[in-house]
């Protein structure tokens, strides 16, 4: 039942109120007028510019010019108005006895002047940088307004490929830049929130024949707080943030309170959401004497639309509003934002609120600034979209015969005379598949997850030359997950009287650091020194968990619940555990400086050095690990004459090294206590002497910008070995443990990343907007450890193997493979006529892409603004698992169409006689189902599609006579279509977003299109 949607219609009264409240909040004080001046801001083609910032200085006095460029606001006899805008140099007016002012306000053409937020959340002029960097703005970020903001910015940067969960609104999202580096670890990047790391703890459980996605940091995020991103996406960049910068840096800063006049923004969206994706399904032939199967050679007319008919219509609706202002001393940012979102599963709800408070003080004479900030999030999400077999509506739907009626089951519960309850209403007992909506509604699944991250700064600048900065900050998350199994689910996976999964857990994260900033010039030569200190403590997964499964039990087991039904603590069987949960504790203490010396603003060398001591080394010797880093830029432009079209023109170099952080709880592993009493010994070797991983990373660069700067390229080569990597191997008989863990190993990450800006149209009335990001990665094992005779699994289930060997890659799938002659034909067996397979899994291909390309525009004409975003991964595999299961069941359309045609077309051999044709059935029974050929279905993992559109327009209401400054109003639509898809699902939606099931279709979610409006308003 679709939850109401909810309109809040607030009347003009309740608006003054409001803002009324808001100028309190920001300090701002009302400026008494004296004078009237009018007055139009022009660029230097004589165009107006609509939306400049007047501002009396000094006070929270100001207007913004409308769609003609003019202006009329009153102000103080002595005023100097301060005149600025986007991408143009900021002017300072005395008004002395003037009525009426013009302006021409000059492009700032200077790209590269522009500073850009770096590791620690130290800012830096973009053009000294000697790293690769790319900034996403939160114009960007929030043109579609996805969800979750991580996902929306996939295809718009280099070298960075985005997965999302396929488990819909609230789901978890995989970044990875410049490709895996570590065998055990994460290659993740590290996330930063105002220069502070941010708790990311992605959860999912994918074990038997269960899967589902938790969500992680990143959806509790509100993106509409983001002013902008910067991806440092090499440990070159990040090397300041130690060991959790290996993987690279999302760096993300918040929205502030500006100086001026009180803004109110206010931002509402609808969008609706199709399943677009299902599989290839035949709804011709049913099944044979009431099989679950559909393998009759009889065709008949059978209903074709209950698979689609059993999808809803989604919806999402995202407001957020905001209140921003101050004075010269104080500034204050205030934003609500709430999601509500139904998905394309029916029941499926994502409720999310996030609050946010910013403010900001000077003191002794503005030597001292004091920030605050807090932010509280909470969401709640009831049946989560799942994946896999067991617990996941798509496979009744998908399986059900042909030949019966879905409605007959609509009623998914019969009441038993013989229980005195009621009783799922299916037509087989199947460990694969119930009754699709006694799943929904009969065993819900429910998560609750708050969190509030603190923050405190205080800097004070000594001098113009020397600063301080101190901050504080705390992170802390509560979860609760919930999921009821009433009596007569899944024997499977329910004992008779139900199934109770209850988890409950907690992270936080203290953090604390103190930076001192020195910046001086002498002469020709720039001195930029950094220099700190941080510590930060970590906990993880700290909790406790039951669960009454019990599987193989056949619906018996001890672990039944004292009464049906009854999801209550004090109805757990006697001997039911409170089992303690805890992922991970680390405390981590660093030593850090940089220096960055300029020459002639053409020449930058960067040098820093890092040293960390690390709570998961104690005991080793090895706790305290140094790693160093430099780079060098090059500005071509400045030291020598350029032709006129090279606006600007540099090359860059960079060299770091980085500790990579290792496992919790390997130094000395301890025995625990079981849920049983008693007691599971530790069969691990202590690994007294572990070292930290080390990843060592050069890249060079280049950056060019020509023709007024409406053609740039930058362009990035890579080169990353990663050592010392953290390996099991099996213990030697007789010494008393299983395993023991060694350091060893190479891993090499290389490739190109580019990004190709071009301004193909720029007039007074059309402006296009374009960029093309490119990249290439190649990872390669290069050695593991001579004792290790297996490749090392990162993930697996029936017949489907993700693993690696010396020589190979991380991300190569093994399958069984069709057993052939020396000829390439399919083996028969002599006697049955079934296709053989190996009697081990294989490789057959690498999960991740060759190279990934996206394609983003923007138009503008007037008013009026098109974007659209055209994304593509090329090479690589996916494994579907459902296709596999939908031949065997004799559901899939090419199981239809070989009967069609009476046969099956193969290549095979059998008795030494070449075969061409085999029996439908014999064919796709033994290829399909749970544990049959994978080679079969590995697919070409390449799509193009269109990501994202947005057409907009800008209104102006001062010109209505309304109340409100602008406002602008936009179609937007996602994931319309696919140029190409050579996989029988959507690829880029993951099976869940850990590196072990990648691009792995079993039962996923399908994917889908979503179609909808947004409305922006300010005031």
Known sequence: MKMKKEMIFVKADTWRRIFFTACILVGSLSVYAQKQISGTVKDALGDPVAGANIVEKGTTNGV??????????SVGNNAVLEISYIGYVKQEISVGSQTHINVTLLEDTQVLEEVVVTALGIRRQEKTLTYAQQQVSSEELLKVRDINFA?????????????????????????????????????SPLFVIDGVPMANNRRSYAGGMEAYDMGDGLSQINPDDIESITILKGSNAAAMYGSQGANGVVVITTKKGEEGKVTVNFNTGTTFETVTYLPELQFKYGSVNGAKESWSYDAGNYDDKFVKDFFDTGFSEINSFSVSGGTSKMTTFFSYGNVLSEGTSPTNRYLKHNFTLRESAKFLNDKLTLTSSIRVSAEKLHNRQPAQYYLNPLTAIYFFPRDRNINDFKEYQLWSEERNMYVQNWFVQDHHQSNPWWILNKQPRDEDTKRLIGNVALNYDFSEKLSLALRGNYDYTTRVYERKHAATSNATTTPTNGRYDYEESKDNVSYADAIMTYNDKFGDFSLNAVAGASYQRSVYGDGFTINTRSYGSGGGGSQNLLYPNIFEFQNLPTNQKFNSIFSSRLIKESLFASLTFGFRDMIYLDLSGRNDWASSLAGTGNESYFYPSFGLTLILNEMFSMPEAINFAKVRASHAIVGNEVPFNVVNPQHSINATNGISRNTVMPFTTMKPE?????????????????????FTYYYINSQNQFISLPALAGSGYTSYYVNAGKIVNQGIEATLRIVPIKTSEWTWESAFNYSHNRN????????????????????????????????????????????GRIILDDATGVPLKTQTT???????????????????????????LISGKFGGVTFSQTESMLDGYGVSKRSAEARDRGYEIINAVRNGQAVTQIDPKLWYTSIGDRNGVGEAYVFDRTNVRLSQVALSYRLNFKKMGLPLDYATLSLIAQNLFFFVNKSPFDPELAFETSRNFQSYDNFNWPGSRSIGFNLNVTF
Do not use: C
């Not at 913004?64 to 460029?69: E, L, V």
């Open 842 to 868: 294989e490789k057959i291909g690498n999960l991740e892409p060759k190279w990934i390309l996206g394609w983003n525009n923007t138009i503008d004409y007037k008013d009026f603004s098109l974007s659209f």
């Open 780 to 823: 390669k094992v290069v050695r593991l450890h001579k004792d290790l005779q297996n490749p090392i699994g990162t993930g697996g289930t029936e017949g489907y193997e993700s693993k690696f060997e010396a020589g190979g890659s991380i991300s190569d799938i093994w399958v069984y493979k069709y057993l052939r002659d020396d000829a």
């Open 694 to 714: 080390m990843i060592k990373s050069t890249e060079f660069g280049i950056d060019l910008r020509t023709f007024d700067n409406r053609l740039g390229l930058d």
């Open 151 to 187: 996902a929306a910015m996939s295809g718009k940067m280099a070298g960075a490929e985005i997965k999302k969960s396929a488990s819909g609104a609230g789901g978890s999202t995989k970044m990875l830049l410049r490709g895996n580096k570590s065998l055990s670890g994460s290659s």
């Open 64 to 73: 913004t010019t409308n769609p003609d460029g003019n202006f009329s606001l």
